[in-house]
Structure formats: C-alpha cells, structure tokens
C-alpha cells in the first residue's frame, strides 16, 4: 500500500531550462550554447549542488575561466532563478495527492540561494511534509546516501513509496532501494503511471 509519494523538484514540478532562458537574455545567439555549457555544465554547478561552495564563489570561478564572456555569466546569474517556474499541472497532481492524505516530501538537487528563492515565491512547498535537499546535506543525487537520508529522517519505507524523478540515473538509485518509481516525461503521462498505482483516479 502506498503512503508516500517523494517529488525531485527540476523539470518535474518547476520547468528548468536553461537554454530557453539564456535566448532570453543573450541578443548574441550564437553565444547561448557556449555560455550554456560554461555555466550549467561547470564543476561548480554541481559543486553548487553539494553546498561546497557560494554562488559569488561559483561566478568569479566560472568568470576566471572564461573572462571573455565575464559579462554575459554575470548578466545571466545576476537573475537566473526567474527560469525556475511551476510546471502547474504537476503542482495540481501534488495538490490532489495531498487532499487524498498522501504524506508528500521533496527529493532535490539544488542550491542555497535558489531554494530560498522558490520556497518564497511558490506556495505549492507548504504540499510538503518535508524533504531533503542537496546543498544542506553535502550530497546529491543519485548517490545513495541522499536517499538513505530521506528514509531515515522521516522512518520512509521504500516499499510503500513512489520516487517521481525526470533523470534515469536518479530513477535507479531509487529502484536499488526498493522505491516504486515514476520516470517523469509530462504530468499526463505521470497521472497515468499514478493511476496504474492506483493512488489516482
């Protein structure tokens, strides 16, 4: 019997991406994808993930590296969480699910100040019974030992809980602990797979 349903937060219920959000402040198009990679493929992203390090930090790194582009990185991180917008029909499955007395949690990869950001913005976290995010525990998905946290917190029993998550990787560190799991693709498709588990109608 399912009790508990564990949400990621990016691109499952808050849309991320970065590519679209960079056309929107780049005028120079051919610029987008190499400013792309020099941000959100960067060592600091993730070391941003795992709370290793301040986002000034993470920027006088990044610009270090590529002081051509030093304006344009710091154009677009002076306001980047604006990408970071709620994926309404998602948030309306978590609505459901929390009337249906489903005990609901967060599972996340994300920064500090991003996380402050978007909890204050979007009232859809008070959903939450509670959750474990990246930057405060020092680890991130999908190493084991972020979901053991989870499990551990709040005395989760993986067999009566579904992990919602829209990376593979993610999904199988998930499976590997006994977790039901939805890869997510679109809220249609994740209303099906709750449906089949027969904790929607």
Same mark, same amino acid.
């Given at each position: 019997m399912i009790k508990n349903i564990v949400f990621d937060l990016g691109n499952v219920l808050l849309n991320f991406k970065p590519v679209i959000y960079l056309h929107t402040q780049i005028s120079d198009k051919t610029k987008v994808q190499e400013i792309y990679e020099k941000i959100f493929t960067s060592k600091e992203w993730l070391m941003l993930d795992r709370g290793m390090i301040t986002e000034k930090e993470a920027i006088n790194e990044i610009c270090n590296r590529s002081a051509e582009n030093?304006?344009? &990185?710091? #154009? *677009?991180?002076?306001n980047w969480y604006q990408l970071l917008t709620p994926i309404e029909d998602t948030v309306e499955v978590l609505k459901k699910l929390k009337h249906k007395g489903y005990r609901l949690? *967060? #599972?996340?990869n994300f920064h500090l100040l991003?996380?402050?950001d978007v909890?204050? @913005?979007y009232e859809f976290?008070?959903?939450? %019974? !509670? !959750?474990i995010i990246s930057y405060k525990e020092k680890l991130i998905k999908p190493d084991k030992d972020i979901y053991d946290k989870l499990i551990k917190k709040y005395k989760i029993n993986p067999k009566e809980s579904i992990f919602i998550d829209d990376t593979i990787e993610n999904i199988e560190s998930a499976r590997m602990l006994s977790?039901?799991?939805i890869l997510y693709i679109n809220s249609? %498709? #994740? @209303?099906?797979? #709750? &449906?089949?588990y027969d904790v929607l109608l």
């Open positions: 030093t304006e344009l &990185i710091k #154009l *677009v991180m002076h949690y *967060v #599972l996340s991003a996380y402050e909890t204050k @913005r976290f008070k959903y939450f %019974d !509670g !959750g977790f039901k799991t249609k %498709d #994740l @209303r099906k797979k #709750l &449906i089949e």
